[in-house]
């Protein structure tokens, strides 16, 4: 028998643009002054909900390094490998991709954008998000039915989700309450499209930006 399927591939409607970045250190709690700093470049992104900006982010505790608390006065180590990603609909990819050859604040931290590239959403089918806005709800169960019931709108069949880590981030209207979510064993096109379109506001501040994770077996991890 030879049987052959042609590969789901996301269509190209919307892309993650990696930057190169130069910066030694940044803030942990990061997501505000790096929104407001390009928003500083790029004034139209103040009324584009559509683009998402994605947290800078570091692998967990590894090496014998450990994450710092997150709050404003601790701080990320760059690499050279550290990437910027921003997430945006075709036509936008052009002007999101003018941002290199600038420089962002980020607090007292001069951050430098180098080359970028176009990186298609990804077709995994257990995908995860950092941080997801939870100011509305005081149980986790209100957020999980939340949670199931505004995908349902969207005709998406939520089997298996899992809550992690709460976290805030800071802005000057006050703390944002934010969890991770994983969502798993999701249909192919499914994952595609919660990738496209997101979950809840806030998508400046890195939330409701789902990205690919190695599997629900790996949940103890999906913090890191």
């Known amino acids: 028998m030879y049987w052959q399927e042609d590969p789901i591939t996301a269509p190209p409607t919307v892309f993650d643009v990696l930057f190169d970045i130069s910066c030694k250190k940044i803030p942990v709690d990061h997501a505000y002054t790096l929104a407001q700093a390009i928003q500083a ?4 992104i103040a009324n584009a909900p559509e683009i998402g900006i994605h947290n800078i982010h570091l692998a967990g505790s590894q090496n014998g390094w450990e994450r710092p608390l997150h ?9 050279q490998r550290t990437k910027l990603t921003i997430r ?44 997801i806005d939870t100011t509305e709800f005081t149980q986790e169960t209100q ?5 199931v ?31 991770s979510l ?5 249909q192919t096109q ?24 190695k599997g629900i077996r790996a949940v103890k991890q999906m913090d890191n």
């Not at 957020?143 to 949670?147: D, G, K, P, S, V």
């Not at 019931?149 to 899992?162: D, P, V």
């Not at 994983?182 to 999701?186: F, T």
């Open 71 to 79: 709050d404003q006065q601790n701080y990320l180590i760059l690499s």
């Open 182 to 186: 994983l969502l798993a064993e999701l």
């Open 41 to 44: 470049q790029l004034p139209w």
């Open 143 to 147: 957020f999980l039915a939340w949670t």
């Open 190 to 213: 499914d994952a595609i499209t919660i990738q496209q379109t997101g979950l809840g506001p806030h998508r400046n501040l890195g939330c409701g930006i789902f990205i690919p994770h």
């Open 149 to 179: 019931n505004e995908f349902a709108k969207r005709k998406i069949n939520i089997r298996k989700l899992i809550c992690g880590k709460q976290l805030t981030i800071s802005t000057p209207n006050g703390p944002i309450p934010t969890r």
């Open 88 to 131: 945006a609909p075709h036509h936008l990819v052009g002007a999101i991709q003018s941002l290199t050859g600038t420089q962002l604040l980020i607090g007292t931290e001069l951050l430098k954008i180098g080359p970028n590239k176009i990186k298609p959403l990804s077709t995994h089918t257990t995908i995860f998000a950092r941080h």
